[in-house]
C-alpha cells in the first residue's frame, strides 16, 4: 500500500518531510518541498509529472545517489540520509538495482560482464557469479545473447541487459527512470511485461518515473509529482 | 583479477589510441635504454674500476711516458704489492676504422693485476712463449673472427711500420662491463723492433695496493717519492682516472640526463592528455559504475591501473628493444662494449611505472570526484 500522507509505520521505504534544494547563481531552487512517501515491500510506483518536477530528484535521493538538504529517507529500517558518502556507496550495491532510460551499458564489456558488475563487488565465487548472471539473463530473455556487445543488440535488449544487471545482485527495490523512454512502442511494452513479471512473479519493489502512461497504468499506484509535492492520482 | 576484464576491456576501447599510447612509452624506454646503454660504454671502466689500484702517469700528460726504471722503485714503497706497465701502442688493422686498443704491456704482471679478465692457462702460457704472440678480447675477436693461431697484420701509426703478431690467446670479462676489446702485446716485442725514442719508457704504471683504504696515502707517497724528477708522477685510484678520461670527451652524463629528462617529461604530458581524455569520455560510464556500487577509491584505483598498465605494456617492451639494440651499437662503435645494466633496466621501470602513475593521477582524481548525479544528468 503506497501512501503519501507520512502516516504510516513499518514500511519497507519511508521518506518523512524530504526537503530539496539548489543553488543556481543568487537563485534557490526548491525542487521537493516536505515530502512523505510510504511503499511497502512487492509495490510497483509510478512517478508522473512534468519536466523539471522533481522526480528524477526524488529517485537519485531515494537511490542514494544524491542527500537531501532536508527529511529523512529510511528503507528497510536504515536511515540512508544519515549515512557518509562511503557507506552509502555500499548500500547501493546491496540494496538498490538501477534502470536508466539510456540502459547505460558499457560498450566494452559483453552482456555478460554487465551484468555481471554488480556481482564483482560481492564474495560469490567465479562460478557462483557465473550461475546468478545465466539465471537472471535467462530470466530477461537472453540466454542467447550473453556474449554479445551492447552494440549488437536492439534497444529492447539493451534495456533487458540494464534489467538483468538491475537485479542481479538481488537489491531491496528497483529504480526505474523513464526506462521506456528511448524504446519504440513493442519494446516498451516488452520491458513492462517484464517489469510486471519481476513486481507479480518474484515480489519484487520498483519505483518508476515515466512520462508514458501507458506504461504508468501497470503500476498498483500513480502518483503525480507537481511544484515539489506529491499528490496520489485519482 | 576479478577486475582485470573490465580493465583490459576499457584499453582495448580506442585501439589506436591505446597502441600509440604504449607506443610512445615504448620509444621513450627504448631510449632510455640506449642512453643507459651509452652511459653504460662510456662509464664502464669507472664502474668496474678496481677499489685497491692505483694509476701512475707522467705528470705532464697521459701522452708523456714514464721510465721502465720506475717499476721496481715503486714496488719499494710502503703499501705496494704489485706494479705492471702498458703503452699505447695505436696501431691500424687493414682500416682506419677498425679501431681497437692495442697495449704493449708487461707480460709477467699484468694478468695477475687484472684477474677480471679470464684467460685459460694452456692460451696465456702459449702467449708468453711467443715474442710476437698477443692477447685479443673476446669482443674484438668475434669481430674480425680472431682466433688462436692466426697472424695478425698492424700498421704501426706511432711506431711506424708493419708489425706481425700471432693469436695465441682470447680474454673475456668475468664482469658485466669489462671491456672485451683490448689487444695485448709483448713490451719486450715493442722494446726490441720498436723506434730508439721509446726504448726504456712505459705509457703507464698501474700499482695494486695491500689496502684499499691506504690508497690516497699511497699515491701521495708514490708522487712524492718522483717529485722533482725530470719525470714526475701523478697518481690517481683506478676509478678517478677512468672518471677523467671519459670527462675529456665533455660531460656526456648531463647531456644524457638532459635527453632523458625532456624525453620523460613529454611521455608524461602525452600519457597524461590521453588518459585525461579517456576519463573525459567515459564520464556516465564511471558514474555507473558509481551507481552499481563501486566506490570514489575503487574508480581512482581503476583509471590508475589503466595508466600503469599501458606504461608497463610500452615500457617493457621498449627496455626489451633496447637490450637488443645494444649489441648492434657495440658493431656499428667498434672499440666500445655497450650494455643494459641490470640498475638501469630497474631503473627503466621504476621510471615507467612513476610516470604511468603520476599520467593517471590527475584523470584518476577527477574521476573519483565525479558526483553521480551531476555526471547522469550529463547523458
Known amino acids: 500500500m503506497v501512501r503519501v500522507d507520512g502516516t504510516s509505520n513499518g514500511s519497507l521505504i519511508q521518506v518523512r518531510k524530504l526537503d530539496k534544494r539548489y543553488q543556481r547563481g543568487s537563485e534557490e531552487i526548491h525542487v521537493l518541498q516536505g515530502l512523505n512517501l510510504d511503499v511497502e515491500a512487492g509495490d510497483f510506483v509510478a512517478f508522473m509529472g512534468p519536466s523539471g518536477s522533481g522526480k528524477t530528484t526524488l529517485l537519485n535521493l531515494l537511490g542514494g545517489l544524491d542527500v537531501p538538504s532536508a527529511g529523512t529517507i529510511t528503507v528497510a529500517g536504515d536511515e540512508i540520509s544519515a549515512l557518509s558518502a562511503q557507506k552509502l556507496t555500499a548500500w547501493r550495491a546491496r540494496h538498490v538495482g538501477f534502470i536508466f532510460q539510456m540502459y547505460n551499458l558499457i560498450p566494452v564489456l559483453t552482456a555478460f560482464q554487465n551484468v555481471e558488475l554488480p556481482l564483482l563487488l560481492t564474495k560469490l565465487s567465479r562460478a557462483e557469479r557465473r550461475r546468478h548472471v545465466e539465471t537472471v539473463l535467462e530470466l530477461v530473455g537472453l540466454a542467447d545473447r550473453m556474449q554479445h556487445y551492447p552494440r549488437q543488440l536492439s534497444g529492447g535488449q539493451e534495456q533487458r541487459v540494464a534489467i538483468a544487471r538491475a537485479i542481479v545482485a538481488d537489491p531491496t527495490f528497483l529504480l526505474a527512470d523513464e526506462p521506456t523512454g528511448d524504446l519504440d512502442r513493442r519494446s516498451a511494452d516488452e520491458i513492462m511485461e517484464l517489469i510486471d513479471r519481476l513486481v507479480n512473479e518474484h515480489n519484487k519493489t520498483v519505483l518508476m518515473v515515466t512520462h508514458d502512461p501507458r506504461a504508468a497504468e501497470r503500476a498498483h499506484a500513480v502518483l503525480h509529482l507537481d511544484k515539489g509535492v506529491l499528490i496520489e492520482a485519482a | ?379
Open chain 2, 1 to 379: 583479477m576479478k577486475y582485470f576484464a573490465l580493465l583490459w576491456a576499457n584499453l582495448k576501447r580506442k585501439k589506436i589510441r591505446t597502441t600509440l599510447t604504449i607506443g610512445s612509452f615504448l620509444i621513450a624506454l627504448m631510449l632510455f635504454g640506449v642512453l643507459a646503454a651509452v652511459h653504460a660504454a662510456f662509464y664502464q671502466g669507472i664502474e668496474v674500476a678496481g677499489a685497491d689500484r692505483l694509476v701512475v702517469i707522467n705528470r705532464v700528460s697521459l701522452i708523456q711516458p714514464l721510465p721502465l726504471s720506475y717499476r721496481e722503485r715503486l714496488l719499494q714503497l710502503p703499501g705496494v704489492k704489485e706494479v705492471t706497465h702498458a703503452s699505447w701502442f695505436g696501431g691500424v688493422y687493414q682500416d682506419e676504422r677498425n679501431f681497437f686498443p692495442q697495449f704493449a704491456i708487461e707480460t709477467e704482471s699484468y694478468r695477475r693485476m687484472f684477474p677480471e679478465f679470464a684467460i685459460s692457462d694452456g692460451q696465456w702460457k702459449a702467449f708468453e712463449g711467443d715474442l710476437q704472440g698477443c692477447v685479443v678480447g673476446a669482443a674484438t675477436a668475434r669481430r674480425y673472427g680472431f682466433k688462436p693461431g692466426d697472424r695478425i697484420p698492424i700498421k704501426g701509426t706511432i711506431f711506424q711500420g708493419m708489425w706481425e703478431f700471432n693469436v695465441r690467446a682470447i680474454y673475456t670479462g668475468t664482469r658485466q662491463g669489462d671491456d672485451e676489446t683490448q689487444f695485448w702485446f709483448h713490451k719486450k716485442y715493442l722494446e726490441e723492433n720498436g723506434p730508439d725514442f721509446f726504448k726504456g719508457l712505459v705509457g703507464w704504471y698501474t700499482v695494486r695496493v695491500g689496502n684499499p683504504d691506504q690508497a690516497g696515502a699511497v699515491g701521495k707517497a708514490i708522487d712524492a717519492r718522483f717529485a722533482n724528477s725530470s719525470n714526475e708522477t701523478k697518481t690517481e685510484p683506478e676509478r678517478a682516472f677512468a672518471a677523467a678520461f671519459v670527462k675529456q670527451m665533455g660531460n656526456i652524463e648531463l647531456l644524457l640526463l638532459t635527453i632523458g629528462g625532456v624525453v620523460f617529461f613529454t611521455l608524461l604530458l602525452v600519457t597524461g592528455n590521453t588518459m585525461a581524455t579517456s576519463v573525459r569520455e567515459r564520464t556516465a560510464e564511471l558514474a555507473v559504475l558509481k551507481t552499481v556500487g563501486y566506490s570514489d577509491r575503487f574508480v581512482l584505483g581503476l583509471v590508475l591501473a589503466e595508466s600503469l598498465l599501458i606504461a608497463l605494456q610500452g615500457g617493457l617492451l621498449g627496455v626489451l628493444a633496447a637490450v637488443g639494440i645494444a649489441p648492434g651499437l657495440s658493431q656499428a662503435m667498434p672499440g666500445m662494449t655497450f650494455y643494459l645494466p641490470t640498475s638501469s633496466l630497474v631503473l627503466g621501470v621504476v621510471l615507467t611505472v612513476l610516470v604511468g602513475l603520476a599520467a593517471g593521477l590527475v584523470p584518476a582524481w577527477s574521476a573519483m570526484r565525479l558526483r553521480v548525479v551531476d555526471a547522469l544528468r550529463r547523458v
